[in-house]
């Protein structure tokens, strides 16, 4: 078999990625060599480009760095920016996350508290995390009321039932939606 050039940048960026996620993890050589089930030499040899990277050992070397071996060997930065897509009515903007189908990125300024009614909260499959960008959030979950405030996270199941609005004045909040999470949104604004 022939090696092209594009193949060759592509095992240049391999090698490059192991060393890199390596250091990231705070891992010498022989920590990952271990949870590798690799010697110390051969993982030097590796990401030296000193040793031929087999396919069986970039699955064992994803799985110890905690990546796929999809990410592993990913070239396609050809899209890097991505335009949100604008919802007037309901003030807010989303973007999709490439690498997760499914998953949205949402920011949304809210100026109304939750709903005082128990029965106007929603519940649905999926999870969602927000953070609040400005403001005072009121979460409500379940039959429980919570404050975010700026720079506080939140993260829950939405099977809950729940519902989100401002303390006071105006927030803005940016969210995390898996696909069944963004699915129950959009069914709430429809009804």
Do not use: Y
């Not at 590796?46 to 069986?56: C, S, T, Y």
């Not at 999926?126 to 506080?152: H, I, K, M």
Request: with cysteine; charged share 25%; proline share 6%.
């Amino acid at each position: 078999m022939r090696m092209t050039q594009e193949d060759g940048d592509l095992d240049g960026l391999v090698r490059k990625r192991i060393r890199a996620l390596r250091v990231a993890q705070g891992w010498s050589l022989d920590e990952l060599a271990t949870r590798a089930r690799l010697s110390p030499s051969s993982l030097s040899r590796i990401e030296n480009g000193q040793r031929r990277l087999a396919l069986d050992q970039l699955v064992t070397l994803a799985r110890a760095l905690d990546t796929s071996l999809d990410q592993l060997v990913e070239t396609d930065t050809d899209d890097v920016i991505v335009s949100p897509m604008l919802d007037g009515a309901h003030g807010n903007m989303r973007w999709p996350i490439k690498a997760e189908p499914g998953m949205t990125v949402m920011r949304q300024r809210m100026t109304t508290p939750p709903p005082d009614n128990p029965a106007s909260l929603r519940a649905h499959s999926g999870r969602e995390w927000l953070v609040v960008l400005s403001g005072t959030a009121v979460l409500l979950l379940g039959n429980r009321r919570f404050r975010v405030e700026t720079n506080q996270a939140a993260e829950f199941p939405t099977m809950l039932p729940h519902a989100i609005g401002t303390a006071g004045g105006p927030c803005e909040i940016l969210g995390i939606f898996d696909r069944e999470a963004r699915r129950g949104h959009n069914a709430d604004k429809k009804a």
